[in-house]
């Protein structure tokens, strides 16, 4: 089983920065890693899949990097709905398709 | 697309949990990836196991003797069987299309 290292577990920071997360895999997933952003009472949304394929309306301040074992989620200016948690999940061809354990954006 | 889940909201220990993902706007025999995902209150996501439109199935190992997911296209739909439930499996079930398509969650109690 592949499994997902994300860090940090909780981030506070304030809007208008910029905040840099990190999801490294236990072994090679090439791309094959999905970023999504949940908020409380509702179901996780896709924002990047194949590691930095951007997801219809996500937007650009969104952006997602990295292959092999280790991946980033960067958003360059926070904004206030920006403050969720954050899980990566990897799609490569060896399930099962674990999540990271969530890394949580809070003011 | 849209994906809604529909089941019971509280199962008997050992008893068998039972959910249906119905699907609107889409069919689903379309070359997708259908899943179960849940999530503990509080806690992280963890993926059950998927069907493909083809039949073709994979499962958590984890929970793989106990889990079985299967499709009815006459009704557009998937479901999932979990049995042999415990406490330990009570969670928000999210039905999933490959990873975009998310259903709104369905809070599954296990408790006599």
């Known amino acids: 089983e592949i499994l997902l290292t994300q860090s940090p577990a909780t981030l506070s920071l304030s809007p208008g920065e910029r905040v840099t997360l990190s999801c490294r895999a236990s072994?090679?997933?090439?791309?094959?890693l999905a970023w999504y952003q949940q908020k409380p009472g509702q179901a996780p949304r896709l924002l990047f899949s194949?590691?930095?394929n951007r997801a219809t309306g996500i937007p650009a301040r969104f952006s997602g990097s990295g292959s092999g074992t280790d991946f980033t989620l960067t958003i360059s200016s926070l904004e206030p709905e920006d403050f969720a948690v954050y899980y990566c999940?990897?799609?490569?061809?060896?399930?099962?398709?674990?999540f990271g354990q969530g890394t949580k954006l809070e003011i | 697309v849209q994906l809604q889940e529909s089941g019971p909201g509280l199962v008997k220990p050992s008893g068998t949990l039972s959910l249906t993902c119905s699907v609107s706007g889409g069919s689903i025999s379309s070359p997708n990836w259908w899943s179960w995902v849940r999530q503990p209150p509080g806690k992280g996501l963890e993926w059950i196991g998927e069907?493909?439109?083809?039949?073709?199935?994979s499962y958590n190992p984890s929970l793989k003797s106990r889990v079985t997911i299967s499709v009815d296209k006459t009704k557009n739909q998937f479901s999932l069987k979990l049995n042999s439930v415990t406490a330990a499996d009570t969670a928000l079930y999210y039905c999933v299309r490959d990873e975009d398509i998310w259903g709104q969650g369905t809070l599954v109690t296990v408790s006599s």
């Open positions: 072994q090679s997933i090439g791309n094959f």
């Open positions: 069907i493909h439109h083809s039949g073709s199935t």
């Open positions: 194949d590691a930095s």
């Open positions: 999940q990897q799609r490569s061809n060896r399930p099962p398709y674990t």
